[in-house]
């Protein structure tokens, strides 16, 4: 079993950043491939980003490209999401995931899963 706590969402204006935290237990960090997720109202969880276990590779979706960065720290079984340049279309619940294999955590089938963080950006 892992358990995931998201935490650094919040409100902020265009333009603006935000470093999401997501704090893993229950299970030696080191062994999952991590993402990010996030759902607006009235719209489907989409896919935002993904790294593996070591760190070697990440992924992100077109609309978040070079705005926003995927970072782990093993160490303190932490991986990261931080958001620059933030858009009202960012809005979302933000959902950590955590699954042993990478393909899995890109495709939204991850084992576990956080329970969120409300970002908001304002016009």
């Known amino acids: 079993q892992v358990q995931l706590v998201e935490s650094g969402g919040g409100l902020v204006q265009a333009g603006g950043s935000l470093r999401l935290s997501c704090a893993a237990s229950?299970?030696?960090?080191?062994?999952?491939?991590m993402g990010w997720f996030r759902q607006a109202p009235g719209k489907e969880r989409e896919f935002v980003a993904a790294?593996?276990?070591?760190?070697?590779?990440?992924d992100y979706t077109d609309s978040v490209k070079d705005r926003f960065t995927i970072s782990r720290d093993n160490a303190k079984n932490t991986v990261y999401l931080q958001m620059n340049s933030l858009k009202p279309e960012d809005t979302a619940v933000y959902y950590c995931?955590?699954?042993?294999?990478?393909?899995?955590?890109?495709?939204?089938?991850?084992?576990?899963w956080g329970h969120g963080t409300q970002v908001t950006v304002s016009s």
């Open positions: 995931a955590a699954d042993p294999g990478l393909r899995a955590v890109r495709t939204g089938h991850g084992d576990y």
């Open positions: 229950g299970r030696t960090f080191s062994n999952y491939a």
């Open positions: 790294i593996s276990r070591s760190g070697s590779i990440t």
